[in-house]
């Protein structure tokens, strides 16, 4: 009966094609418009380290303040972006604005840029991220590029070779959304990240009873033999924190620390996190004795 529905629905919908086509035109120029006028802002969530709380990281969302509609979400547009292939230049302008902010934030502090599979094979990313590099100043060590598994889905060795240009640069791969793909695992057999991102999706039910927590616990170990880090996303509640640590992933993203902030909300949070009790793990040995 749905599917009769469904088919009747669509059916409904057939003659307004013509309309929803001249909207994705209309949203397609004001991108391109946007582009030019900076209508976009680059909001930066906080990383934590599960072991002292420090914030590790930030990672770099882009937001769109649309005119008439409001703030539209890059869940929208990034497709759109992708499709019409001004992602290239609008990530080009995520990663740049992006590490000139970052080259402000207190030393260790990492940050991740979220990078199209697009863009990862356009040819010109590696030049693109030691020209962002060189522009703000940011060590190449601080910049942490996220790709998820659809870069290396076809292409393999032509998406092995960006992989290893860019690690050559000296910036590190985090694999983002880690197990949301059709084959994850053969993925890790084919190229060290330095982190996965483990997809919200098994974070969500993970304090749950018959949840997610086996297949968390089984990447975290698959990652901790392979020498990379684990980082949590989406993670919205103290259970869920509390498990993750028990189960020795590294580093927890979410709103129950923080949702993506404007660049300025975020710069005082990490000084203030500097000067806090907590140090970052790599840090303690050069305090000084109290
Ligand atoms: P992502 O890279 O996996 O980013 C995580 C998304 O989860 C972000 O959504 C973030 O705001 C959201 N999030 C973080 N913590 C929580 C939480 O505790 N609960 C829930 N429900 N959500 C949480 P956002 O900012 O809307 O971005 C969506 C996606 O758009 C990103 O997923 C990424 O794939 C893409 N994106 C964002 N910025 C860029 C960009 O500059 N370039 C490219 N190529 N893609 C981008
Ligand atoms: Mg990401
Ligand atoms: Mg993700
Ligand atoms: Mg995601």
């Known amino acids: 009966a749905a599917k009769a529905a469904g088919r009747r629905t669509y059916r409904f919908f057939e003659p307004d094609m013509e309309e929803e086509v001249r909207a994705r035109r ?6 391109r418009r946007a582009l030019v006028d900076g209508g976009f802002e680059v909001y930066y969530q906080p990383c934590l380290s599960l072991q002292t709380n420090a914030i590790t990281g930030c990672e770099a969302l882009v937001r769109w303040r649309h ?9 929208e547009f990034v497709p759109l972006a992708e499709d019409t292939g001004l992602i290239n230049q609008l990530g080009e302008w995520v990663l740049t604005t992006a590490c000139k902010e970052a080259a402000t934030w ?9 990078v199209s599979p697009i863009q990862f094979r356009s040819g010109t990313l590696a030049l693109k991220v030691m020209a962002a590099l060189a522009a703000s100043g940011l060590a190449a060590s601080r910049l942490e590029l996220e790709i998820t598994e659809a870069v290396l889905i076809r292409d393999d060795e032509a998406a092995l070779a960006v992989l290893h240009d860019l690690r050559a640069i000296g910036v590190r791969i985090a694999l983002d959304d880690f197990g949301t793909g059709y084959s994850s695992l053969s993925y ?23 949840g997610s ?6 990447v975290v170990n698959i ?6 880090t684990t980082t949590a996303e989406g993670v919205e509640t103290e259970p869920q924190r509390d498990l993750l640590r028990e189960l020795g992933c590294s580093e927890m993203q979410g709103y129950l620390f923080s949702a993506p902030k404007p660049a300025a909300e975020i710069r005082p949070m ?5 000067q806090g009790p907590e140090v970052a793990p790599s840090r303690p040995r050069k305090r000084k004795p109290v």
């Open 213 to 218: 927590s086996c297949i968390v616990e089984a």
């Open 106 to 114: 207190p030393g260790p502090v990492r940050l991740a840029v979220n």
């Open 188 to 210: 890790l057999q084919r190229f060290p990240f330095d982190k996965i991102k483990i997809d919200r999706c098994f974070i969500t039910d993970i304090a749950e009873p018959e």
């Open 270 to 274: 990490l000084l203030a996190d500097r």
């Open 26 to 31: 209309d949203l397609e120029m004001d991108l």
């Open 67 to 75: 005119p008439q509609r409001g703030m539209i979400s890059p869940a």
């Open 223 to 228: 990652a901790a033999e392979r020498h990379m």
